[in-house]
C-alpha cells in the first residue's frame, strides 16, 4: 500500500518562498515517479512539477518555470517541492503523486497518469 502524506503549506507572502515536503510510505520510492499537482477552488487539479525515479530528469509547468524545484530524497522517502517568488495565483491545495514506471517512461503531466494521491496541503499566498 502506498501512503503519501503531504506537509508544508501555510500562508506566505507575494515574493516569498515555500518549501513543500511529501513523505512516502510503502516499497522502495525508487521504483515511482513522483509529482507535485495543484488546485484552486473551482479548477481543474494541474501539474507543478514532476520528477523521475533516480531523479535525473524533471518536468515543470511553464507557470513555475524558474521558480519551482522539485527533489527527491529516497533514503527519507520524501519529496520536495521549493517555490520562490511566490505569487497570489500560486494559492491553491497543492498535492503529492506517485505512479510506478520504468526509467525510459517520460514524466507525465497528466493527473489519471498517477494513481497515488496524497490527501494535500494547502498553500496560501497574499499580496
Known amino acids: 500500500q502506498v501512503q503519501l502524506v503531504e506537509s508544508g503549506g501555510t500562508l506566505a507572502q507575494a515574493g516569498g518562498s515555500l518549501k513543500l515536503s511529501c513523505t512516502y510510505s510503502g516499497r522502495s520510492l525508487d521504483r515511482y515517479a513522483m509529482a507535485w499537482f495543484r488546485q484552486a477552488p473551482g479548477a481543474e487539479r494541474d501539474f507543478v512539477a514532476g520528477?523521475?525515479?533516480?531523479?535525473?530528469?524533471?518536468n515543470y509547468a511553464d507557470s513555475m518555470e524558474g521558480r519551482a524545484t522539485i527533489s527527491r530524497d529516497n533514503a527519507k522517502k520524501t519529496v520536495y517541492l521549493q517555490m520562490s517568488s511566490l505569487k497570489p495565483e500560486d494559492t491553491a491545495v497543492y498535492f503529492c503523486?506517485?505512479?510506478?514506471?520504468?526509467?525510459?517512461?517520460?514524466?507525465?503531466?497528466?493527473?489519471?497518469?498517477?494513481?497515488?494521491w496524497g490527501q494535500g496541503t494547502q498553500v496560501t499566498v497574499s499580496s
Open positions: 520528477l523521475s525515479r533516480n531523479g535525473g530528469s524533471t
Open positions: 503523486a506517485a505512479r510506478a514506471t520504468i526509467l525510459t517512461v517520460p514524466i507525465s503531466s497528466t493527473a489519471r497518469d498517477y494513481p497515488y
